[in-house]
């Protein structure tokens, strides 16, 4: 499996309004449910008006297009990264996975997830 590094800074929040999100920035994870407005955005981009954010987040995704009938992906990585008690926040999209952990345990991330085969590009 490869994994593609991102060179970008994200930041977790949460929003009042939906109105607040620009959909025309960067890289970015919108979800409204019944209990909240969430946005995973670029830190740079993040709205000045958030109820409460998370800075410091880095990522990889999953390269390629993943089938739906594939089992087991996510919970590879993440008990690799839990075996190294590196946390993580994970956005799926149609086509792969996105998983986020805290910058400074960026490294260890990687370096961990090499140890185990994965590949990164």
Do not use: H
Not at 63 to 86: E, H, M, Q, Y
Not at 106 to 117: F, H, P, Q, R
Request: one cysteine or more; hydrophobic letters at 40%; glycine letters at 6%.
């Amino acid at each position: 499996m490869k994994l593609q590094l991102l060179s970008q800074q994200f930041t977790v929040c949460k929003l009042k309004s939906k109105n607040d999100v620009d959909l025309n920035g960067g890289l970015l994870f919108y979800a409204v449910t019944d209990e909240e407005i969430s946005l995973v955005c670029e830190t740079a981009l993040t709205p000045s008006n958030t109820l409460e954010r998370e800075d410091g987040w880095r990522g990889f995704r999953i390269t390629g297009t993943l089938d739906f009938s594939l089992i087991g992906i996510l919970s590879k990585i993440s008990a690799i990264l839990a075996d190294n008690k590196i946390g993580i926040f994970v956005v799926s999209t149609y086509n792969t996975d996105y998983v986020l952990v805290k910058e400074q345990k960026l490294d260890k991330a990687v370096k961990s997830l090499t140890e185990k085969g994965y590949e990164w590009i």
